[in-house]
């Protein structure tokens, strides 16, 4: 019972087994199969059978529903279940200090290097290391600490430039433009590069070489305009050796070992020694783009010889011996926020505050995190937190919005546009979550509506460069939308649809979207999953499939009320979008599952069962700081998460 | 046309040329030098969405009338001329039971497993990846994985043994670049501009060994696939190639162009032996493409993912049906091109590229609109030397799991697996199709 709570669900795992698993000896054996997660055959025979009666006896009562007086629709729950979707475990009353005693660091650490002296068994060997003059760490730096034991599970996985990430660095190291076409297609999921889909497979390995010798080919490189040193010179080496020592420091974001230097240097020797020496710059350059180095954001901790390699028994999660922690150095920090804010490389001003040090006191962090924030603010172009945003909010491209909704580039690229605006200005002017969803806006009209106040206190929700990116041409939008929303703004999982369905029944003539969307949640096999999806979706209906605000739909009058089932605080009879919003503005499971979005996009990996401890804590902080996204990141950018990578 | 007849005479004389008592293959692949018998090729042709049971006996076939078959219906009468090599089975199902979506189905067709927990993560090895394992790690292109649409997609067919969604190639030119830009069969081993590439590759897997330490094991999986890749490019470089660059004008704005000429660029891979499995995906599984060129008004109008949903009123829906049918005759006359130029190849033992080539051409769910994974239309063309029924022939296996026909492929190939994917549905190969 422990995995499934007082409510009997770890929500998305419980209500999955409830939707395909509708018996007890279905369910039974599902469980004596492949439970617990990761432990399969640990609960066999009546411990599976006492839990699957669990689970279906909680959920057949309806005592999970939250909160109980709202009436769902109920019909033998055994051949037709109406999905109940609950909230998950982190969106019950917020957790009190005390719920999680060993896990929240209060106050919050400062997590500094260990002194030197303190040499670890398991301490990573330190590369020998080759101080740029400019980057000696300061001598005034306060004594360390020691560091919490106490780091809350935050797994983050090894992470590759993304796309955009790496053309901006590109851009920024060498001025080029990249062609990302060469590149195989990358997979944005949920909203963000998932770190577990970018694997450098041979195509991808092919596209960073061949890009990286495109590049050089297109710099047309010669070594001594390029590198500075006078190849007749008999400084030539000396100088060549301080070259790839600052270069390095821009391409690797850290400084280079000596081990590292020489190895760059003997590369350059052997190719000049069958080459020239303009090609041997070229493979060498080419050569460092295409390093791991360069293409990972690699965490070692290992600069200032603060890593500390330990499997940290103190942290109360999981399989102990299976979890290491690395404390980050103040170059991994700068990196990690200039990604995360500007998908871009390290500026001269972080690298300079890394070189001192500075960047394992998260007040300085914070100092630069206001600076990049002001300055991705006045980006002219899309990239960084504006382009998550767009990710968050599924805004597709120009053309897909154009193709969605059949209208030309143009007409696309202003509806895009106006929602970019909104979100810039809702993020930047640290507006709080709630306006997100009932801002004014300008919505856009059909013409059948010409008359009607353009104004609307709906927020994104009401925005067409929204509701055109969930629109597609073979499903009724409100099933796209209610999705999207269920799924992406109410962080729940909806079961795929089944194999073998019966054949969808024939849109009626003279009825509107709802009434056929009522035929085919008469077919049982339909309504279990579109008795909760289809509602979350008729909330649009005040706007056609184009997005655009309507009065009447296939030339009956719109009707857009209805009774939403439970998702958590989100409930009961709503009177279209006006009403929606409002609801949606002041719920708590969406202000959780944006909380939820953004830890995912910082670290780059679905959240699991453990980091329900961590989100509870950035809710609450989040909730102390005010309510605006930007405050969100900065509770994650100062919080112990950011300054040591969780290996498990 | 980019890809003729005249291209690939040249190719073959360049090739013999370059080794009087062997044909050209044999100096394509340094590693088949010795070979006495042309290595099998396993060909994936995913057209998508399925097709409506209720014109299948007039546009593909019936499926109760097995045996040999008969005229060919206009979906199979593009291949007249493979008649021989044809082989239509019927009653063949996906028995795993997963979810029923487009991006859920996709993934079983290949594993023979039920996705990751419900995800649209496949349950790996694919039989196009677990092949080229076995038997196409000695070419360039182990596993050559194109999509004739560009965009990502969820889902997928390909996976690796650790549940990874190789990348594939997607659209003419860079597809073309890939295969082809470093493609120099004049340059000698020793060459300086060799050497460097030998000495960037070098560099590269040694700093990569470097962040191998203080991972997690999933972190782990990926950087072995990087190890592989960067085997894989050290390779290539290694292999000599006398076949020929092809020419053309490489297009990337429709699939009236972007299909035949990825099939044309997948045919010169496999006749150049640069890879031995290649699997074609010719759209996402939630593209929407409409066929405008299609000469029907449904199918030039509405896109082919709509068109199989067939959300309509009762009267529209066999003018629906009927469409799905003309865009699949448009895919099997673009496949006859295809099928033309492995015929046009000659293979290391003198015999013809096809005669050694099995193509299995399939779709993800059987039918579109109820997803259906039932009595899937599988087309396998496969060439006189596969060990495969030869003379044109149609099955109905009625209601045997599709995991069959993966061991079937596997036997072709000289793989001794009795079982593919979900162990319990295998009964083993389809014996019937074998001589």
Redesign the interface.
């Known amino acids: 019972m422990v995995c499934h709570g007082a409510n009997a669900v770890t929500l998305n795992t419980a209500f999955?087994l409830f939707v395909?698993y509708k018996t007890l000896p279905e369910m039974t054996k599902f469980i004596n199969d492949n439970m617990p997660l990761g432990n399969a055959k640990a609960c066999i025979n009546e411990c599976a059978e006492n839990t699957a009666y669990y689970i279906l006896s909680v959920y057949n009562s309806g005592a999970i529903i939250n909160p109980p007086t709202i009436p769902t629709v109920t019909p033998n729950p055994i051949v037709t279940p109406t999905p109940i979707i609950t909230p998950r475990p982190s969106s019950a009353p917020v957790a009190s200090p005390t719920a999680t005693p060993n896990i929240i660091p209060t106050p919050m650490p400062t997590i500094l290097p260990q002194p030197i002296s303190t040499p670890i068994s398991s301490v990573?060997p330190k590369p020998s290391i080759t101080p740029l003059p400019s980057i000696t760490p300061s001598p005034t730096l306060t004594p360390a600490p020691t560091p919490p034991n106490t780091i809350p599970y935050s797994?983050s996985?090894?992470r590759r430039l993304t796309h955009d990430e790496y053309a901006n660095t590109i851009k920024s190291l060498l001025g080029i433009s990249v062609d990302l076409?060469?590149f195989?297609?990358?997979?944005?999921?949920n909203g963000y590069v998932q770190?577990?889909?970018?694997?450098?497979?041979?195509?991808?390995?092919?596209a960073f070489?061949?890009t990286a010798n495109t590049i050089t080919t297109q710099l047309d490189l010669k070594v001594e305009t390029f590198t500075g040193c006078t190849s007749t010179s008999i400084n030539f080496k000396t100088c060549l050796n301080t070259f790839f020592k600052n270069f390095g420091l821009k391409v690797y974001r850290r400084p280079l070992s000596t081990t590292e230097i020489t190895?760059l240097q003997s590369?350059y020797d052997?190719?000049a020694s069958?080459?020239r020496g303009d090609?041997a710059i070229k493979?060498t350059i080419?050569?460092m783009l295409?390093?791991?180095?360069f293409i990972?954001i690699?965490e070692?901790g290992t600069y200032f010889l603060n890593s500390t390699?330990k499997p940290i028994n103190s942290l109360n999660i999981g399989q102990p011996s299976n979890i290491?922690i690395?404390k980050l150095d103040s170059y991994e920090v700068a990196t990690r926020l200039s990604y995360l804010i500007l998908d871009n490389t390290p500026d001269t001003a972080l690298l300079s505050a890394a070189a001192k040090d500075e960047l394992l006191n998260p007040e300085n962090v914070l100092q630069h995190f206001d600076r990049l924030m002001q300055l991705n603010s006045t980006n002219q172009t899309r990239s960084g937190i504006l382009k998550q945003l767009e990710n968050w909010m599924g805004v597709e491209s120009v053309e897909i919005i154009a193709?969605n909704i059949s209208v030309s580039i143009n007409e696309a690229k202003i509806a895009r546009d106006q929602t970019s605006t909104f979100l810039k200005d809702w993020f930047f002017q640290n507006k709080e979550l709630s306006s997100l969803f009932n801002g004014s806006v300008n919505v856009s009209l059909s013409q059948d509506s010409t008359g009607v106040d353009p104004s609307q206190n709906v927020g994104i929700l009401g925005l067409q460069g929204f509701l055109a990116s969930h629109t597609?041409?073979?499903?009724?939008a409100p099933i796209t939308r209610g999705v999207f929303t269920i799924e992406n703004l109410l962080c729940q999982n909806l079961?795929?649809?089944?194999?073998?369905?019966?054949?969808?029944p024939?849109?009626p003539?003279n009825g509107t979207t709802r009434d056929w969307l009522a035929l085919h949640r008469s077919d049982p096999s339909c309504a279990g999953c579109h008795n909760l999806i289809d509602p979350y979706g008729i909330v649009y209906e005040e706007f056609d499939d184009k997005g655009q605000m309507r009065k009447f739909d296939n030339g009956n009058a719109v009707d857009a009320s209805i009774e939403l089932p439970s998702i958590g605080d989100i409930y009961g009879a709503v009177q279209g979008i006006n009403n929606f919003a409002n609801l949606f503005a002041s719920s708590n499971v969406a202000q959780e599952c944006a909380a939820e979005f953004w830890y995912q996009n910082t670290l780059g990996r679905e959240k699991n069962s453990k980091d329900e401890d961590y989100l509870n804590f950035i809710n609450q902080q989040w909730k102390k700081s005010g309510g605006s996204a930007k405050n969100l990141l900065r509770e994650i950018v100062k919080s112990p998460m950011f300054y040591v990578r969780i290996?498990? | 046309m980019i890809f003729d007849q005249k291209n690939n005479r040249r190719l073959f004389l360049k090739g013999a040329g370059a080794s009087l008592a062997l044909p050209f293959l044999a100096s394509a692949s340094n590693k088949v030098k010795a070979a006495t018998k042309a290595p099998v090729r396993f060909v994936t042709i995913i057209s998508l969405h399925g097709l409506p049971y209720s014109v299948r006996s007039q546009y593909f076939v019936d499926k109760n009338k097995p045996g040999k078959l008969g005229t060919l219906l206009p979906i199979l009468a593009p291949f007249e001329n493979y008649r021989d090599n044809l082989i239509v089975l019927s009653g063949v199902d996906d028995k795993i039971g997963g979810g029923g979506g487009h991006q859920y189905a996709c993934c079983r067709v290949l594993t023979g497993r039920n996705n990751v927990a419900e995800t649209t993560i496949g349950n790996g090895p694919s039989l196009d990846y677990y092949l080229s394992q076995k038997i196409g790690v000695d070419t360039a292109y182990p596993l050559l994985n194109l999509h004739v649409q560009s965009g990502w997609q969820p889902g997928g067919y390909t996976w690796t043994e650790n549940n990874i969604a190789p990348s594939a190639l997607s659209q003419p030119q860079n597809i073309f670049n890939h295969l082809f830009s470093n493609f120099n069969p004049t340059t000698a081993a020793q060459s300086p501009d060799i050497l460097n590439r030998r000495s960037v590759i070098d560099f590269v897997k040694n700093d990569l060994a470097k962040i191998t330490n203080n991972i997690s094991s999933s972190d782990k999986a990926r950087l072995d696939q990087h190890i592989t890749s960067i085997r894989e490019l050290e390779n290539r470089i290694a292999l000599t190639n006398s076949c020929t660059k092809p020419t053309g004008q490489w297009t990337n704005n429709t699939n009236q162009d972007r299909l035949p000429q990825t099939l044309a660029l997948a045919a010169y891979a496999l006749a150049c032996d640069l890879s031995r499995i290649v699997t074609i995906n010719i759209n996402g599984v939630q593209t929407d493409e409409v066929y405008s060129w299609v000469n029907d008004p449904i199918a030039s109008t509405i896109g082919h993912h709509s068109i199989s949903h067939e959300d309509v009123s009762i009267e529209l829906k066999n003018s629906y049906r009927i469409a799905m049918a003309k865009i699949r005759t448009w895919h099997s006359e673009k496949i006859k091109i295809f099928l033309d130029q492995l015929a046009n190849s000659i293979d290391v033992d003198g015999s013809r590229v096809l005669d050694n080539t099995v193509v299995l051409w399939t779709t993800e769910v059987s039918q579109g609109y109820n997803h259906s994974a039932q009595d899937f239309p599988f087309v396998l063309i496969a060439g006189k030397n596969t060990g495969l029924i030869q003379g044109g022939h149609h099955f109905n296996f009625q209601g045997r799991a599709h995991n069959d026909v993966l061991t079937t492929i596997l036997k072709t190939t000289g793989q001794s697996d009795v079982t593919f994917g979900q162990t319990d549905l295998n009964q083993g190969p389809l014996t019937q199709l074998f001589v």
């Open positions: 999955k395909k990573t797994y996985p090894l076409n060469s195989p297609t990358e997979r944005i999921t770190s577990s889909e970018q694997v450098t497979d041979t195509p991808y390995l092919e070489l061949n190895e590369l052997l190719i069958r080459s090609t493979y080419m050569t295409t390093s791991s180095n990972y690699v070692d390699i290491k690395i193709k597609h041409a073979n499903v009724p079961p795929s649809p089944p194999a073998n369905i019966g054949e969808p024939a849109r003539i290996i498990d």
